[in-house]
């Protein structure tokens, strides 16, 4: 059983940076794909990208190509999301999910076995 825990959310201007972090103490999430999802007021949640578990592919949403980067550290187990040039529209809370298979390129939401309880972010001026 995963226990994830997301940090890293906050209050940023619109053009600035965040990075999320997602945990897992045990470590066994080096065996996992992960995912972050995120999910705004009155929407459905979305997936935004997605990593297996060596880190070798990716995958992002349209609306965060270029913009957003995704990287995991085993050794730490703990998977990031590096968010740049930050939109309005990019408000929402942000979760972290693992699944299996570990090589997986895609997550969906329905796929994942374990959930975060996610971390707000808001971009806002």
């Known amino acids: 059983q995963l226990e994830l825990v997301e940090s890293g959310g906050g209050l940023v201007q619109p053009g600035g940076s965040l990075r999320l972090s997602c945990v897992d103490s045990s470590l066994t999430l080096k065996v996992y794909s992960v995912g972050w999802f995120r999910q705004a007021p009155g929407k459905e949640r979305e997936g935004v990208s997605c990593?297996?578990?060596?880190?070798?592919?990716?995958d992002y949403a349209d609306s965060v190509k270029g913009r957003f980067t995704i990287s995991r550290d085993n050794t730490k187990g703990t998977v990031y999301l590096q968010m740049d040039s930050l939109k309005p529209e990019d408000t929402a809370v942000y979760y972290c999910a693992a699944g299996w298979p570990p090589n997986r390129r895609t997550c969906p939401p329905d796929d994942m076995d374990y959930w975060g309880q996610g971390t707000q972010v808001t971009v806002s001026s």
């Open positions: 990593i297996t578990n060596t880190g070798s592919s990716t």
